[in-house]
Nanobody, 125 residues
Framework: QVQVAESGGDLVQAGGSLRLSCIAS????????MGWFRQSPGKEREGVAC????????FYSDSVKDRFIISRDNAENRLYLQMNSLKPEDTAMYYC??????????????????WGHGTQVTVSS
Protein backbone atom coordinates (compact mmCIF):
# COMPACT_ATOMS: atom_id res chain seq x y z
CA GLN A 1 0.00 0.00 0.00
CA VAL A 2 1.36 3.40 -1.03
CA GLN A 3 1.92 5.62 1.98
CA VAL A 4 3.63 8.91 2.64
CA ALA A 5 4.03 10.73 5.93
CA GLU A 6 5.19 14.31 6.30
CA SER A 7 6.83 15.89 9.34
CA GLY A 8 8.84 18.91 10.40
CA GLY A 9 6.28 21.69 10.23
CA ASP A 10 6.26 24.31 12.96
CA LEU A 11 5.53 27.92 13.88
CA VAL A 12 8.44 30.17 12.93
CA GLN A 13 9.08 33.86 12.55
CA ALA A 14 9.48 35.48 9.17
CA GLY A 15 13.04 35.08 7.95
CA GLY A 16 13.47 31.78 9.74
CA SER A 17 14.10 28.30 8.38
CA LEU A 18 12.50 24.86 8.58
CA ARG A 19 13.31 21.44 7.16
CA LEU A 20 10.40 19.24 6.16
CA SER A 21 10.73 15.49 5.80
CA CYS A 22 8.61 12.87 4.07
CA ILE A 23 8.99 9.12 4.37
CA ALA A 24 7.47 6.95 1.68
CA SER A 25 6.60 3.26 1.42
CA UNK A 26 4.65 0.84 -0.74
CA UNK A 27 6.14 1.85 -4.08
CA UNK A 28 9.50 2.13 -5.81
CA UNK A 29 10.48 5.50 -4.38
CA UNK A 30 13.71 5.69 -6.36
CA UNK A 31 11.75 5.34 -9.59
CA UNK A 32 9.46 8.35 -9.12
CA UNK A 33 9.93 12.08 -9.34
CA MET A 34 8.75 13.41 -5.97
CA GLY A 35 7.63 16.81 -4.89
CA TRP A 36 6.20 19.10 -2.26
CA PHE A 37 2.81 20.71 -2.49
CA ARG A 38 1.08 23.19 -0.21
CA GLN A 39 -2.44 24.32 0.43
CA SER A 40 -3.84 27.04 2.63
CA PRO A 41 -7.52 27.65 3.45
CA GLY A 42 -9.47 28.98 0.51
CA LYS A 43 -6.66 28.39 -1.96
CA GLU A 44 -5.92 25.66 -4.47
CA ARG A 45 -3.10 23.20 -3.90
CA GLU A 46 0.17 24.58 -5.24
CA GLY A 47 3.18 22.58 -6.34
CA VAL A 48 6.29 24.23 -4.94
CA ALA A 49 9.14 21.82 -5.70
CA CYS A 50 9.76 18.65 -7.67
CA UNK A 51 12.92 16.53 -7.85
CA UNK A 52 13.84 13.94 -10.43
CA UNK A 53 13.89 10.26 -9.49
CA UNK A 54 17.67 10.22 -9.28
CA UNK A 55 17.79 13.45 -7.32
CA UNK A 56 19.90 15.09 -9.97
CA UNK A 57 17.66 18.06 -10.66
CA UNK A 58 15.12 20.10 -8.76
CA PHE A 59 12.38 22.32 -10.09
CA TYR A 60 10.75 25.15 -8.16
CA SER A 61 7.77 27.43 -8.37
CA ASP A 62 8.55 31.11 -8.76
CA SER A 63 7.15 31.74 -5.29
CA VAL A 64 9.87 29.68 -3.57
CA LYS A 65 12.74 29.69 -6.04
CA ASP A 66 16.07 30.69 -4.46
CA ARG A 67 14.63 30.15 -0.95
CA PHE A 68 13.67 26.45 -0.84
CA ILE A 69 15.82 23.42 -1.66
CA ILE A 70 14.38 19.98 -2.38
CA SER A 71 16.46 16.84 -1.87
CA ARG A 72 15.98 13.12 -1.43
CA ASP A 73 17.64 10.03 0.01
CA ASN A 74 16.64 7.05 -2.12
CA ALA A 75 18.36 4.60 0.22
CA GLU A 76 16.05 5.73 3.03
CA ASN A 77 12.94 6.49 0.93
CA ARG A 78 12.97 10.03 2.25
CA LEU A 79 12.19 13.39 0.66
CA TYR A 80 13.22 16.72 2.18
CA LEU A 81 12.43 20.40 1.77
CA GLN A 82 14.81 22.95 3.23
CA MET A 83 12.87 26.17 3.62
CA ASN A 84 14.85 29.37 4.13
CA SER A 85 13.92 33.04 4.37
CA LEU A 86 10.36 32.07 5.22
CA LYS A 87 7.58 34.56 4.58
CA PRO A 88 4.07 34.79 6.06
CA GLU A 89 2.71 33.80 2.63
CA ASP A 90 4.49 30.45 2.98
CA THR A 91 1.99 29.55 5.70
CA ALA A 92 0.17 26.40 4.56
CA MET A 93 -0.22 22.68 5.03
CA TYR A 94 2.58 20.95 3.16
CA TYR A 95 2.24 17.56 1.48
CA CYS A 96 4.60 15.28 -0.42
CA UNK A 97 3.71 13.20 -3.42
CA UNK A 98 4.75 12.04 -6.87
CA UNK A 99 5.07 15.01 -9.22
CA UNK A 100 5.44 16.18 -12.78
CA UNK A 101 7.43 19.33 -13.53
CA UNK A 102 6.11 21.31 -16.50
CA UNK A 103 7.64 24.50 -17.92
CA UNK A 104 5.37 26.76 -15.90
CA UNK A 105 3.99 24.64 -13.11
CA UNK A 106 4.46 21.60 -10.89
CA UNK A 107 1.59 19.11 -10.83
CA UNK A 108 0.84 15.94 -8.88
CA UNK A 109 1.41 12.80 -10.94
CA UNK A 110 -1.95 11.68 -12.33
CA UNK A 111 -1.60 8.20 -10.79
CA UNK A 112 -0.72 9.42 -7.30
CA UNK A 113 -3.70 9.51 -4.96
CA UNK A 114 -2.38 8.42 -1.57
CA TRP A 115 -1.78 11.78 0.09
CA GLY A 116 -0.60 11.93 3.68
CA HIS A 117 -1.95 14.09 6.48
CA GLY A 118 0.51 16.88 5.70
CA THR A 119 2.56 19.01 8.05
CA GLN A 120 1.58 22.54 9.05
CA VAL A 121 3.96 25.43 8.47
CA THR A 122 3.00 28.74 10.04
CA VAL A 123 5.15 31.83 9.52
CA SER A 124 4.47 34.81 11.75
CA SER A 125 5.26 38.35 10.69
Amino acid sequence: QVQVAESGGDLVQAGGSLRLSCIASGFTFSGRAMGWFRQSPGKEREGVACITASGGRGFYSDSVKDRFIISRDNAENRLYLQMNSLKPEDTAMYYCGACVALPSTILPASDFHNWGHGTQVTVSS
